[in-house]
């Protein structure tokens, strides 16, 4: 029998009978290994994890809407997709906000090694394309 993630765990602790639905979009958009990351990774799934797991932004939708309407509208970034779909689904990010903090309060240490390499700010609220990914600018 397959072991369950501690994503599956929180979705399900929280969501109970909908955590299918939160549990494939947050495995798409969260990037729970931080050796897959780099120091101020500038990738939108990135950016998306430092967002909902960041302490320091308060209205993360409106952030995660904001990075959405400076990407090109067109896109067909799986990345920008699984964001509207979520903010479809919880607009004000109430339920994604338990998941992340039930995430939190697992003891996995790469936890802090992925917010010290993402970590976003209340002032690099501007996302700008740049060739094949994204840059972070400050406004």
Known sequence: MKEKTQLEIAC???????TNQYYDILS???IMNPHLLKK????LSAQLTSILFSEEVEDKA???CSIIETIDTKSE???VKQAKLLLEIDPVLDNTKQIVDKLK????PNYSEIMRKVNIHKHE???FRKGSGYTKRRI
């Open 12 to 18: 399900a602790e929280v969501m109970g009978d909908e």
């Open 28 to 30: 798409d958009m969260l």
């Open 40 to 43: 101020d990774d500038t990738r």
């Open 62 to 64: 409106h952030l995660i």
């Open 77 to 79: 970034d799986k990345y």
């Open 105 to 108: 309060s697992f003891t996995d």
């Open 125 to 127: 609220m501007k996302i």
